[in-house]
């Protein structure tokens, strides 16, 4: 068995229903995204955007963002460099629905 460090790592960033969805969607799609798009050492991303569950019921999280590392070590520099810390500190001008971080191996 390998080492977490030389695992792929995931970084899940859990987004609560915003007050304002409109306004949350234009300043993730115009300021935040490209601040994440200067993270070095990002393998990809993907964006999901929650939809009502098969019996209406509003989705758990409103959106979902994954980043993708090839390693624990290289999500930890990316994720520490000036453009990582720009693109997490700036979460609190729009995520007003709270946002929660999960880092997790992909296997």
């Known amino acids: 068995m390998t080492s977490t460090d030389e695992q792929p790592v ?3 960033v859990l987004y609560g229903e915003p007050s304002d969805p409109a306004a949350f969607e234009a300043y993730y799609a115009e300021t935040h995204l490209p601040l994440v798009d200067r993270i070095a050492g990002l393998d990809r991303a993907v964006l999901i955007k929650g939809l009502p569950g098969p019996d209406g019921s509003k ?3 409103y959106r979902i963002a994954q ?3 090839s390693s624990a070590a290289q999500m930890a520099q990316a ?9 997490a500190a700036d979460l609190a001008n729009f995520a007003d629905g709270g946002v929660t971080i999960m880092v997790g191996e992909v296997r």
Do not use: D, H, I, T
Not at 79 to 87: I, K, V, Y
């Open 10 to 12: 995931v970084v899940n």
């Open 79 to 87: 994720m520490g460099s000036p453009e990582g810390q720009a693109a």
């Open 67 to 69: 980043l993708f590392y």
């Open 59 to 61: 989705p758990a999280y």
